[in-house]
């Protein structure tokens, strides 16, 4: 099987979870690959999401270790809190400068279980649903890592990534003279962003909590920036 390079991705999904379906793989990526996701007319009001974010003990996906996931499945008018998951993770790749962070201790990982045991839940709770990001460079190529590594498989998929829509929408909003004056874009942080449209203020680096805030931030910029009756393949990274 043929892997995708780092940060690289198909330029035709559908045929990509055609092929990859029928690859030598794990039985539940071959699940994940054969559940249909958004046809070309599918509208942003008509589809289910489900944000997804991960902590990590670096930024480097091909070094560092994912240490929690968390999930939230939501649409435009309901986030459905009651079946969101949330993982901690087995590392042995703990540094002080990431506990910090995230908060995640030695001893919280050291009798959680291993990616390898929970990759297959995370893929069943994403398969046939358009999956949200803050960033798609962290989420998409930590898995993307972490499949090959575990299964020599490719494991991609098209993301809505918040952090992009935010920035195209304030480069598409700059004033001319902003544009003129070459002024630098403002903060396209998940917290930042979340204030621009007025929403609460929460923890920051709680893999489900940035999950809840990535998903309603999503609702946010839908509605201000009228994207609701638009195929949800447009937003597609």
């Known amino acids: 099987m043929s892997l995708y390079p780092y940060q690289v991705v198909p330029d035709q999904w559908d045929d990509f979870f055609c092929e990859q379906s029928q690859q030598d793989m794990p039985e539940f990526l071959k699940t994940f690959y054969r559940q249909p996701f958004a046809d070309d007319q599918q509208r942003v009001n008509a589809t289910e999401f489900v944000a997804i974010d991960i902590e990590t003990t670096g930024m480097d996906a091909q070094q560092d270790d994912i240490v929690s996931i968390g999930l939230v499945p939501f649409n435009m008018s309901r986030i459905f809190l009651a079946r969101a998951q949330y993982w901690v993770v087995r590392s042995r790749r703990l540094t002080s400068s990431s506990v ?117 931030l999503l609702q946010a910029q839908i509605a201000k920036q009228h994207l609701s009756e638009l195929p949800v393949r447009t937003l597609w990274c």
């Open 100 to 216: 910090v962070v995230h908060r995640i201790t030695h001893s919280d990982v050291a009798d959680a279980p291993s990616l390898r045991s929970i990759l297959p839940k995370v893929a069943e709770q994403l398969q046939g649903k358009q999956v949200v990001v803050h960033y798609r460079y962290m989420e998409r190529e930590f898995f993307r890592s972490a499949i090959a590594g575990l299964f020599g498989a490719n494991w991609l998929f098209p993301v809505v990534d918040t952090l992009e829509l935010e920035s195209h929408y304030l480069r598409r909003e700059r004033s001319l003279l902003a544009k003129w004056l070459q002024k630098p874009l403002p903060s396209v942080r998940l917290p930042n962003a979340r204030e621009r449209y007025h929403l609460p203020a929460y923890e920051n680096h709680n893999a489900l909590v940035d999950a809840l805030a990535t998903a309603e």
